[in-house]
């Protein structure tokens, strides 16, 4: 993908989880043939910036020769994945994951939408509701469901009939309409068609968020607006192997502590969680102004507990949804303040310049 500041090339690695090789391969590859930026994506990709068109091919190249790129572009398109960080080797999220993988690599016939994604969640309890997916199974305790996005009803299955079921499910959206044209999610099927069929059992349910710090297993740290320095990357290389997670965050395997290193906020509460920020101008062709410098401004003025995106235009990359606070670029110095909603619903004051609110942060909360 073509951005303000060079290609985008998009890291899906298996398991979401990059080795310490790995981590320290991406790391020099970025350096090496992109701008030695990466980003965090809200599914769980490692993005890396700033790559040279001329260059792509030898990039692919080494990115296949570590395990990180299928050889065959539609299996790669197809393992459109996301698995809880919080797996452990050879327990239910891993085998039915692994699963799914297979079956979608052996289903060239399934021309599923770009952005249509599965979401293997099979912990406990789930911790990927917040996150976008259009086809999830969801564990809660003994139990194992299978929702479409969008339904509050699932169905229940076992570990050894989740991927077939998941991947029949895909077809059953397909059949139904659901990608005319080739576009189209899950949940807006199920809003003009109801449930599938036999999808009549409770599903999990769970308000699971994450937070920087350690945990079982590891420890998770932040990552500013998503963004992660090679060199940082190239130092967290040398500590652990990494999980990426769609909340922003980098799980550390095995590691309690890990020292302060730039772009990473180890532990909350931070002022830079209460924000998030798009790529904005310069990176984004359609930005409209600069965003993150903005945002590490506002941040430490914002009332606690209230949640800001600054977006450089009204498409709203970093936050899709309602955030308390938007301020949406309008021009290279003016922004439109939204409360309560998406980056493109409509305004409660408009033309706000950046000075104005670096000077008077009041004006995103009060009205006068
Ligand atoms: S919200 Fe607009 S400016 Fe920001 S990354 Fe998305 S398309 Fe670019």
Avoid at 74 to 88: C, I, K, S
Avoid at 237 to 246: F, H, I, V
Avoid at 346 to 361: C, E, V
Wanted: proline share 8%; charged share 20%; with cysteine.
């Amino acid at each position: 993908m073509m951005s303000g500041d060079g290609l985008v090339v998009r890291i899906r690695p298996p398991m979401g989880r990059l080795s310490r090789p790995q981590a320290g391969a991406v790391a020099a590859l970025s350096r090496r043939f992109g701008n030695g930026i990466l980003d965090l994506s809200a599914r769980a990709s490692l993005q890396l910036r700033g790559v040279r068109p001329e260059d792509h091919a030898a990039l692919i190249a080494a990115l296949q020769d570590h395990g990180l790129v299928e050889r065959d572009a539609g299996v790669e398109a197809r393992r459109n994945l996301l698995l809880t960080p919080f797996w452990a080797a050879g327990d239910r999220s891993q085998r039915i994951a692994a699963d799914l993988s297979a079956r979608l690599a052996a289903a060239p016939d399934l021309d599923l939408p770009g952005k249509f994604g599965f979401a293997v969640d099979a912990g406990d309890s789930p911790v990927l509701q917040q996150v976008a997916a259009d086809i999830r199974i969801e564990g809660a305790g003994e139990a194992l469901t299978l929702r479409a996005d969008g339904a509050d009803l699932a169905r229940q299955v076992t570990e050894q009939t989740a991927a077939a079921a998941a991947i029949a499910l895909a077809r059953w959206f397909l059949a139904e309409g659901g990608a005319p044209e080739g576009r189209g999610r899950m949940h807006r099927l199920i809003a003009r068609r109801g449930p599938p069929p036999a999808h009549d059992a409770p599903g999990a349910t769970s308000a699971y968020t994450a937070a920087p710090g350690p945990l079982a297993g590891g420890r998770l740290v932040a990552l500013e607006f998503g963004q992660l320095p090679a060199a940082t990357l190239a130092a967290l290389a040398n500590a652990a192997p990494l999980r990426l997670t769609p909340w922003r965050m980098l799980l550390l395997e095995g590691v309690s502590d890990i020292a302060a290193l730039p772009g990473l906020i180890l532990e909350t509460p931070d002022p830079r969680l209460q924000v998030s920020a798009c790529t904005g101008a310069p990176g984004c062709l359609q930005a409209q102004a600069q965003t993150r410098a903005l945002a590490r401004d506002l941040a430490p003025m914002l009332p606690a507990g209230l949640h800001l995106h600054v977006s450089g235009c009204a498409k709203g990359c970093a936050h899709p949804g309602a955030a308390d606070l938007t301020l949406t670029a309008t021009g290279p110095d003016t922004f439109d303040l939204i409360r309560g909603g998406r980056a493109d619903a409509r305004p409660a004051r408009r033309s706000l310049s950046a000075t104005t609110l670096r000077r008077t942060p009041d004006v995103l909360t009060k009205d006068t």
